[in-house]
């Protein structure tokens, strides 16, 4: 646990406690919305095959989860952890364009 608070930068464990429960709640959430939104696209189980489903389900879930990520974090006090986490994943997934695009939106 030491090196996972060491790696993150964090100080305390409670501060380590709240960012596992933001993680909990955002996997749980992304998961339940990602099937409405497939819905709201005429997507379901009867008209498309079920590898397929799958994948559009986990490619949906992707941009929400980090979205999600980013609003909880912030609702339990720890946006700038979490959009920096979101902004790693981003970059490790080649997307690193978003980030840099958030980023400079910023400065400016």
């Keep these: 646990m030491s090196n996972l608070k060491q790696r993150w930068g964090i100080k305390s464990n409670w501060q380590m406690a709240v960012i596992f429960v933001v993680f909990a709640i955002t996997g749980t959430t992304a998961s339940f919305l990602s099937k409405p939104i497939l819905d709201l696209l005429g997507i379901t189980k009867d008209n498309l095959h079920p ?27 720890q946006h700038t952890f979490f959009k920096n986490f979101v902004f790693k994943m981003l970059r490790g997934m080649k997307l690193g364009f978003i980030a840099d695009a958030f980023e400079n939106k910023k400065r400016e």
Excluded: A, D, E
């Design 51 to 77: 590898v397929l489903y799958w994948t559009l389900y986990i490619l949906i879930i992707l941009p929400v989860y980090k979205v999600l990520l980013v609003l909880i974090g912030t609702i339990f006090g």
